[in-house]
Structures are given as C-alpha cells and as structure tokens.
C-alpha cells in the first residue's frame, strides 16, 4: 500500500499550530513530515510523535531559502515519489504594537512578503511534480482573518494592527486563488485556512481567551483531507467560508 504523505512547515514548537496539525495528521495514517528553521527543534517534535508509535520525520527547511526547498523536494522524491498533502502553516514574526499603515517598518513588511507569500509559493512549485504524483493532493496555506481587515474592510478589533502581517496574509489568500486557478484541471485543491484565535504564544500576555492549537488544528486537518469534490481557491475557518 502506498504511504500518505503529509509535509507541515513551521513545526518548531510543541504548542504551535503546525505540530497539532502534524499530529492530527498522523494519527489519520499519514506518514508526517515536519519541517522547521531550526533542524534540532523539528527534531525533538518528531520523535515526540514516533515514541506515540506515529510515522514522522524532520526535515529542515526555510521559507527564504530555495536551497532549503530543493533538498526537502530530493528526499521526498527518493524517499516517497509523491506528497498528498502540502500545509503552509509557517509565518513570519508578528508585531502588533504596529497600528497603522503608516508606522508600517517596510523591512518588516519585505520579510512578511518573503515568508507568508513568496515562500509558500515557492514550495508550492518545488513540490509540484510530487503533488501532481499523488493521487489527489491538497494544499491548505494557513491564513489569518487579519486578511479580512483589507479583502472585506472588516473591523476585526485587535487584528486590525500588525499591518505587514496583514497584508502578507491578504497576499497569501490571492496566492491561493491563483494556485487553484492554475491547478483547476487536476485533482488538487487548493484552499486557505483561518486556524482562528489560538493560544499558542503565552509569553505575549494577550491569549488567555484563546482556544487550544488542537481544536485550531481540525480546520487545517478539514482542509487538508478534502474529498474530492471538495471546494478550491476558498478560505474557511472551521470547515465555513469566510468572505
Ligand atoms: N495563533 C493564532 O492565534 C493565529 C491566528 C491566525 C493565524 N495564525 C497562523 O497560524 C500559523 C501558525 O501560527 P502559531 O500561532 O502556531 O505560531 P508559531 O508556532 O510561532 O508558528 C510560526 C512558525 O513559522 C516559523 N517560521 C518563521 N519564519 C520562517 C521561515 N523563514 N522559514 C520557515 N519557518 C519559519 C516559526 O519558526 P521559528 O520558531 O524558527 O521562528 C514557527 O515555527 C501561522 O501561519 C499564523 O499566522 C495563528
């Protein structure tokens, strides 16, 4: 029987999103692969899964670095010959003392960019010939409804601030419309996912509302195992579509 493939970037941190979705994955059948900047990190998150008996390997692999990519792509291929499932759950460093366009540092704005969307977009290509070699493959790019603020002028409150974060977010979501357009003629879908309001950064002293990266996770997990006439080029936050 062929094994699923499942790759997560970001996975470098036990309560992130990324290591939820990676184990939820799992515990479906699919053989993970997590993947992070810091290989030593990723490392001690996977074996975290393989002790629970689950199949998960490390990889490193940095969104701004092709290098990174092109080798992550060569293991796949030897390793695997496909990929089912691409999640690009990685994200740049959020500032949200930043309230407006105008106090936007451009630099910041640059590395949004570079991370949340050309990344993505990037490992897309990379990992084209072995998405295409899969069955039906899904590609899910984790969002945020911080994109909301520009795509449907929502006032979302606190979201409204970290504008570099914003835009790349909005970016990220046009992206996944252009992907999905692209891919309309094959069997993988291409969607956008809202984790919504998680709690993974309790050193930041503004998440005790929040809710676990488990429960966030299960609408990446929705998207990541679409049946086939399952939707693309959406975004959705727990299974529903967002604006
Ligand atoms: N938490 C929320 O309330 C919330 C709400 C809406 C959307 N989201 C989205 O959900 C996703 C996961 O967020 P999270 O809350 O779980 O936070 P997180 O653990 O901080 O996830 C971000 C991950 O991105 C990685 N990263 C940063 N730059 C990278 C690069 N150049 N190459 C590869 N990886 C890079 C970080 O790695 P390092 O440790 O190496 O920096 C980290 O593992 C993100 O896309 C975020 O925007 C979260």
Redesign the pocket.
Known sequence: MTTKTALI?????PI???FAVAQQLAEQGYHVIL????LA?VDTLAAQLRRDGLAATALR????SPATMAAVAEYLSWSFGHLDVLVN??????DFTVLSALDADIDAVRSAI???VL?PWQLVQTLLPLLKAAPAARIVN?????ALQISAGLDLGASLRAPA?SFG?HALNVVTEMLAHALVDTPILVNAV?????A??PERGD?EH?RP?AD?ARGVVWAATLPADGPTGGFFLDGRPLP
């Open positions: 970037t970001g996975v470098s941190r992130g999103i990324g993947t992070a900047r810091d990190r692999l940095d969104l701004t759950n990685a994200s740049d460093v959020v570079d991370v949340d990344g984790v969002s945020s409804n911080s974060h977010k809202d984790p919504g309001s998680t993974t950064h998440d929040d990266a966030s």
